[in-house]
């Protein structure tokens, strides 16, 4: 009888852990009230010109890919030298809109514990962060996030798949 009282105890603090971690990670996908919005009319057709910058379509929706994100190898948070040009793309748009500001969003591939997976997306924010400051980019402009795993570019289980997942992403805020 005790067994089965231990056991079931155990069971609910699981539970329990398991709906508050569900809640907080519902609570962080909510709209970064600091992202701008095409409706805000800040944005609009690639008015920078050159190709930098947010895109929008003509439906005022966000277009993926503004910048490319960057590409690490695994279980590293070092930028590779064939990346090293997209962010010198965000360099030169952060250069030409001084009124922007950014976030540096890092992620995983799937391997890995949670844990590590998640400190491993913020080691990778900070690399691309450090990397856009000395390109000349006040840092005070760049915040960065780790969803490590959480947010796959790819859906699967193999290397081309991790390979997409392994990077830092970019958001361009006010």
């Given at each position: ?45 690639d ?43 965000v ?11 950014l ?37 005070a ?34």
């Amino acid at each position: 009888m005790r067994k089965l009282r231990k056991l079931f105890l155990i069971m609910m603090g699981v539970a329990v852990v398991l709906t508050v971690n569900g809640c907080q990670q519902r609570r962080a996908a909510e709209t970064d009230p600091g992202v701008v919005s095409p409706i805000d009319g800040v944005y609009g057709d690639d008015i920078y010109g050159e190709g930098l910058g947010p895109r929008f379509g003509e439906d005022g929706e966000y277009i993926e890919g503004q910048f490319e994100p960057v590409l690490y190898a695994f279980d590293s948070a070092q930028i590779p030298s064939a990346e090293r040009p997209k962010l010198e793309e965000v360099a030169t748009y952060m250069r030409r809109n001084p009124q922007a500001n950014l976030i540096v969003e890092g992620h995983t591939d799937e391997r890995g514990s949670r844990e590590y997976n998640l400190s491993l997306g913020e080691r990778r924010a900070l690399a691309a962060r450090a990397y856009l400051v000395g390109l000349g980019i006040d840092g005070a402009r760049i915040q960065t996030r780790s969803y490590g795993q959480e947010r796959p570019a790819a859906f699967g289980h193999d290397e081309e798949a991790w390979r997409q997942n392994r990077r830092a992403e970019f958001v361009v805020t006010q």
